[in-house]
C-alpha cells in the first residue's frame, strides 16, 4: 500500500446520477482520445475519482459521443424483410425474371488483309426468381436496340414474362446518357414501348442494396468462370461470334444442371433437383412416382406432368426451407425519423473527412 499514491488510497467519492459525475468522464474520456470503455474507466480512476456505477456511466458517455461513433460507429441496419412473392409463388419458368449484363469479350469480327478486325460481344443473363433457371444471349452493342433484340429471342424461346428486376446500375438507368457511356437504357422510349406492348413490368432495386439482387449476381460469379475454362481449350485463342454463342449456350446448360439441394446419398432417390429437370424435362433416371401409373396412362404428355409434379413437390419440400433462414439483420430497429441527427455513410469518403 505504500506505493499508492494519495488519491488512489483516498479517491473522491461521487454520485454517478450527478451532472458533475458526467462532465468528469466526458473529460477523462476526451483526454484519451475517445478511446474504449476499459480505458476510459482507468483514465477516471487515475484521476483520484471514484464514481458509483462507473460501468453504465462511462458506457453511456462512450455511447452518445458524436465523435465515436463518427470514428467507429457502425451503419444502421433493419431487420431482413421477408421474401417477395416472386420468389416463392410457383409459376411457370421465367415468369418473374431478375436481369444483368455482364462482359465483354474480345471476338474476331472479319480477317482483312491487314490481319483480323476485333469486335466487343457483351452476355444478357435472365434469371428466373423461382427455379433458379438462367437463359443467356449475346449483344453486340451496349445499346436499348441490341438489348430489345435479347430479350424478343428470350422472350421467343422462354415465353412471356410478367416482370423484370434489375439494379440501378449504369447498365441500366439513363442517369449516364449526357457522359455518352454505351448503356442499356431501361427508361428509353423504344424499351418502354416494348415493355408495354408485352405488359411487363420492369422493377429496380434500392440503390445501394446489392443484396437485393444476389440471386442472379451469385450467377454472374459462376457463368465467367465456366467461359475461362472452356476458353482454354479454343485454338490460339481466337474467339469468334460464333465459337463464344456456342460456347454460352454450353455454359448455360451447365448451370441449369446444377442441383438445387445437396445430392442424397439414399439409392432410392437418384433423382437431382436441378433447373434443366424443370425446362427440359428429361433425365437420366425417371421419377419413383412412375411406379404407380399404369401402362396405359403413361402417355408423353403423363410424363411430363409426373416429372415437373415431382420436381415441384421436392422443391417445396426440399429447397424451400433452406430460404428461410437468415444470416443476419435479425432484429427490428427503430426507423429514422424527421428531426433526427445523423451521420450519412459514403463508401467515396473517409470516416474522418
Known amino acids: 500500500m505504500s506505493d499508492l499514491s494519495e488519491d488512489e488510497k483516498t479517491p473522491i467519492l461521487i454520485p454517478g446520477q450527478s451532472h458533475v459525475a458526467r462532465l468528469l468522464v466526458c473529460y ?21 475519482l471514484w464514481v458509483t456505477g462507473e460501468k453504465r456511466l ?63 460481344r457483351w452476355a444478357v443473363l435472365f434469371t428466373c426468381l423461382y427455379s433458379r433457371a ?54 428509353d422510349d423504344h424499351v418502354k414501348s416494348f415493355l408495354q406492348d408485352k405488359q411487363i413490368v420492369w422493377k429496380f432495386n434500392p440503390p445501394h442494396a446489392s443484396h437485393f439482387g444476389g440471386m442472379w449476381e451469385r450467377m454472374i460469379g459462376i457463368a465467367p468462370r465456366i467461359l475461362d475454362a472452356m476458353l482454354l481449350n479454343t485454338k490460339h485463342g481466337k474467339l469468334t461470334h460464333e465459337v463464344l454463342t456456342t460456347l454460352m449456350a454450353e455454359v448455360m446448360a451447365i448451370m441449369n444442371s ?35 401409373l399404369d401402362v396405359r396412362d403413361v402417355y408423353q404428355w403423363k410424363m411430363v406432368q409426373t416429372m415437373a409434379n415431382t420436381f415441384w413437390k421436392r422443391w417445396k419440400g426440399e429447397f ?15 426507423n429514422i425519423k424527421v428531426g433526427d441527427v445523423v451521420l450519412l455513410h459514403d463508401k467515396e469518403t473517409a470516416r474522418t473527412d
Open 28 to 48: 477523462c474520456h476526451e483526454r484519451i482520445q475517445h478511446q474504449g470503455r476499459y480505458l476510459t474507466e482507468g483514465a477516471v480512476r487515475g484521476e483520484g
Open 58 to 120: 462511462v458506457s453511456s458517455v462512450i455511447h452518445h459521443c458524436v465523435i465515436c461513433r463518427k470514428l467507429r460507429g457502425k451503419p444502421m441496419n433493419q431487420k431482413m424483410s421477408d421474401l417477395p412473392r416472386d420468389r416463392l409463388t410457383k409459376s411457370p419458368p421465367f415468369t418473374f425474371v431478375g436481369v444483368d449484363v455482364f462482359g465483354p469479350w474480345n471476338v474476331v469480327t472479319r480477317r482483312t488483309r491487314g490481319g483480323s478486325a476485333n469486335s466487343k
Open 134 to 187: 438462367v437463359h443467356i444471349e449475346i449483344i453486340e452493342e451496349m445499346t436499348s436496340s441490341s438489348f430489345i433484340n435479347a430479350m424478343r429471342k428470350f422472350i421467343a424461346i422462354r415465353g412471356a414474362v410478367t416482370e423484370f428486376r434489375s439494379d440501378r446500375g449504369t447498365n441500366f438507368v439513363g442517369a449516364t446518357g449526357e457522359l455518352h457511356i454505351n448503356i442499356v437504357n431501361v427508361e
Open 258 to 292: 446444377r442441383p438445387l439441394v445437396p445430392v442424397s446419398s439414399d439409392v432410392d432417390a437418384p433423382f437431382i433437383l436441378s433447373p434443366q429437370t424443370l425446362l427440359t424435362q428429361k433425365t437420366r433416371d425417371l421419377p419413383s412416382d412412375f411406379q404407380d
Open 320 to 334: 424451400l426451407s433452406t430460404l428461410q433462414p437468415r444470416q443476419k439483420w435479425l432484429t427490428s430497429t427503430d
